[in-house]
């Protein structure tokens, strides 16, 4: 996925991608409340400044079939440098987010800058990446929650169904 090609620290590529993930979909309060004082202290140079444009979204029938053009989803991204001081080359923070949100991109890319510093990683995973985790699941909780309220056992209909026709028979 992303390199973290300039960072001194050896990273799982695996937990960068998880938590660029959860980055995108972060809420912007919580973006904005947890990186609040790190945005302030920290310069940085804009690699990518945010630009928005269209990506295409394909699907596929059945998840297994050939694939096909679903539509188009706009989509804004940056790329930064975080810098604590003059002298200092930071890590290089990416982001993608769904949406036109301008400033929700440069939070998420100088999140994704910190959380590569040894020196933030563990405070920013315990304020910003665990609350991400519970709000994500309480809302997916909740979608199917609602969901199955809507849901239709079609087997037990069809099964009920072909009960009757055996004790008319009988």
Same mark, same amino acid.
């Given at each position: 996925?992303? &390199? !973290?090609?300039? !960072? !001194?620290? @050896?990273?799982? +590529?695996?937990? $960068?991608? &998880?938590?660029?993930?959860?980055?995108?979909r972060a809420p912007m309060p919580l973006l904005e409340r947890t990186l609040e004082i790190h945005a302030? &202290? $920290? $310069? =940085? %140079?804009?690699?990518? /400044?945010?630009?928005t444009g269209l990506y295409m979204v394909q699907g596929r029938v059945g998840g297994t079939g050939e694939r096909f053009n679903l539509g188009e989803i706009t989509v804004t991204r940056c790329t930064l440098r975080s810098k604590a001081d003059d002298a200092q080359r930071g890590?290089? #923070?990416? @982001?993608?987010v769904l949406g036109r949100n301008h400033r929700q991109a440069e939070l998420a890319a100088l999140a994704d800058a910190l959380l590569q510093e040894p020196a933030h990683h563990?405070?920013?995973?315990? =304020?910003l990446l665990t609350p991400v985790r519970q709000q994500l699941s309480a809302l997916r909780s909740?979608?199917? @929650? &609602?969901?199955?309220?809507? +849901?239709v056992d079609f087997f =037990?209909?069809? /099964? %009920?169904? #072909?009960?009757a026709d055996d004790e008319e028979g009988a």
């Open positions: 996925m992303f &390199q !973290s090609f300039d !960072s !001194s620290a @050896a990273l799982n +590529k695996d937990a $960068r991608a &998880q938590w660029m993930a959860l980055l995108a302030q &202290q $920290r $310069r =940085t %140079e804009w690699l990518r /400044r945010p630009e890590p290089v #923070g990416v @982001a993608y563990h405070n920013l995973a315990h =304020t909740q979608h199917e @929650a &609602q969901t199955q309220s809507t +849901k =037990t209909v069809a /099964r %009920e169904a #072909g009960d």
